[in-house]
């Protein structure tokens, strides 16, 4: 792809300073320099938060050049505050490393999530913050900063090493993160249903989701009543400073349909630099861990169980061995988003990833994807898959149909390069694996590991393998195959994967399901579920019994404040989303 986006590198500025690696920092108004960055390094300060990073990254002042797109597929670090348009290619796949340093404001700590991390009084860096999609995120408050570093598995400790660097300059001004952003699992913002739903028509998909106002143009003004956004993936091209809880809950109040699309591994025949393994094992479980990685995103942003979320594989030249990787890792990705009461949806070529797929829709070797999204670029709007797909399948309001792709469109004064879609997609219900005539009521939740043997013990692997990681057959006896499973499960939730079932990945295993608000007077599964996690969490029992009382009641309040959560007793997705977090 062609870029349009001018790199430009601005020096002396109020409130920007780019050195070359050899030269001198200081700071407009400091009372002292800095010292100078080191060989093949240059010094970028903002806002008196000042970092080095490799002389040959491109950086980018905002303010200068309001309209760059904020990509990541190639080296850069952009400074100060993306204003209400971008010049983004709709279809950029790919990424690199990158360096996102804006003003912390309300507008901007809508992005904080629970891998938010930050920085201690009179400090720029944040050593234990965790990268969550490939992407750590720094509330640096003493500077007044949000700093959001994308990577790859390559580039991590790259990324990481200009995170280290960071160090306050007299400029600095102190903004704190507002309370509510410290607490985003707190947040009570939901999509209006599962997305997109039941929908036929035409829709878009572009790289960065659009701000409130262009989509409020668009909204009046085109043909589109759907929007395809990266809502995760640790391949994903373009920064997202507008897409927050709050902006999801705006878009569909307002009857947009959105598409959540996950970009992250790609097929191993493929030059991308991030690939699945060639191995179908292995790459089932890189299905598994991405497919959990966007159901945190998906909880993060309010889009509700009962949505479809569609991996993106680009098209790459199909062999034996490469279409049984990518089925395999569909496969991991549709179970875990099942065991999430997700739908799985798949992005691909007509001609590649779609063709592959239709090809073993009926073999039981793998779990078939429930939504297809397919890019076949002849002009039509319609859901026709021509010799790609037989018309008997997926054929239940299972389609979106990528027609035109990397087109620019204006409607009120705001351009947009988008692809062009068309949908027939309807609500449906995904299979939620269960764990009937398995027992899973216990007055305690023991810790249970290699050795351990007995009901506790075949109640943790049903769980597992509802959850989508299979130990084999619950028998009651945690050997190799359950340790595995149970890793697999800790390094797919973010828990410490240490093998041993514990009170968190017990609190993560029995919460696991639909997220349903409940609260004094609810009844039914959910509520037994939500007993269950309870007594595991705070380590009392909680009498599970599918009603919530006074007992139960108490006991949410307990576990909102231990937790930081709004305490109201009331369990919606923040409640929810701590506990299947294991908090």
């Known amino acids: 792809m062609s870029s349009r986006i001018p790199w430009r590198v601005r020096a002396g500025t109020a409130t920007l300073a780019v050195l070359a690696a050899a030269g001198a920092f200081a700071a407009p108004g400091s009372a002292s320099a800095a010292s100078p960055p080191g ?60 360096i996102v340093v804006e003003p912390l404001s309300a507008r901007s700590a ?29 509330a640096v408050e003493d500077a007044g900063v949000l700093v959001t570093a994308a990577h790859t598995p390559a580039t991590e400790n790259l990324v990481r090493g200009v995170l280290a660097s960071a160090e306050l300059t007299p400029d600095a001004r102190r903004t704190e993160l507002p309370r509510a952003a410290r607490r985003p699992g707190a947040t009570s913002l939901t999509a209006a249903g599962p997305q997109p739903g039941s929908y036929l028509g035409k829709g878009f998909d572009t790289c960065a989701a659009p701000s409130q106002a262009a989509m409020n143009a668009w909204q009046a003004g085109s043909p ?39 970009v992250g591994r790609q097929a191993p025949c493929t030059s991308f630099s ?113 010799s790609y797909v037989p018309s008997t399948y997926w054929a239940g309001h299972q389609r979106i149909h990528q027609y035109a792709g990397e087109v620019t469109e204006s409607y009120g004064g705001y351009s947009i390069n988008i692809d062009r879609d068309y949908l027939d997609v309807g609500t449906g219900t995904p299979p939620a694996p269960t764990c009937t005539g398995t027992n899973l009521d216990f007055t305690t939740y023991p810790t249970v590991q290699s050795g351990s043997t007995g009901d506790q013990v075949k109640a943790a692997q049903c769980l597992l393998k509802a959850a989508g990681y299979d130990p084999g057959a619950p028998d009651g006896v945690f050997g190799t195959s359950t340790t595995t499973a149970t890793k697999n499960f800790q390094t797919g939730t973010g828990l410490t994967a240490d093998g041993a079932i514990g009170p968190k990945s017990w609190t993560a295993l029995l919460s696991r399901g639909s997220t349903p608000t409940v ?31 006074p007992g139960t009641d108490q006991a949410v309040r307990d576990y909102q404040s231990s937790r930081a959560l709004t305490v109201d007793g009331i369990v919606g997705s923040g409640t929810w989303g701590a506990l299947q977090s294991g908090r």
Not at 80 to 93: F, K, T, Y
Not at 112 to 118: C, E
């Open 39 to 98: 060989a093949g390094r240059q010094a970028v300060s903002y806002h008196g938060y000042r970092i080095e990073v490799p002389a040959d990254w491109q950086v980018v002042d905002l303010a200068e050049n309001p309209q760059a797109c904020l990509r990541f597929d190639r080296p850069a670090v952009y400074l100060g505050e993306p204003a209400e348009q971008s010049d983004c290619p709709a279809h950029l796949v790919g990424r690199t490393a990158g």
């Open 110 to 138: 809508g992005q904080a999530t629970a891998a938010t991390a930050r920085t201690p009084r009179g400090k720029a860096t944040a050593p234990t913050a965790v990268s969550s999609n490939d992407t750590i995120q720094i």
């Open 274 to 386: 991030l690939k699945m393994s060639t191995d179908p094992a292995t790459a089932k479980s890189q299905g598994v861990t991405a497919a959990a990685a966007a159901l945190t995103a998906a909880a993060n942003l309010g889009i509700p169980a009962g949505s479809a979320v569609y991996s993106d594989i680009e098209g790459y030249a199909s062999t034996a061995s490469c279409k049984a990787a990518v089925l395999s890792y569909l496969s991991g990705w549709t179970e875990r988003l099942h065991s999430g009461g997700y739908l799985s949806g798949f992005y691909s070529s007509a001609s590649s990833g779609i063709k592959d797929a239709a090809s073993e829709y009926g073999n039981s070797a793998y779990t078939r994807v429930d939504h297809i999204f397919y890019g076949w670029w002849n002009g039509a709007a319609d859901t026709n898959t021509g």
């Open 224 to 262: 589109y009543s759907a929007v395809g956004v990266y809502i995760s993936g640790s391949f994903r091209g373009c920064a997202q400073p507008n897409l927050t809880a709050s902006w999801v809950t705006s878009q569909t109040g307002n009857g947009w349909r959105l598409i959540p699309i996950d």
């Open 519 to 549: 609260q004094n007077g609810s009844t039914g599964e959910a509520v037994t579920r939500l007993q269950r996690a309870l007594t595991a969490a705070l380590g009392r029992t909680v009498a599970v019994d599918g009603a919530f009382g």
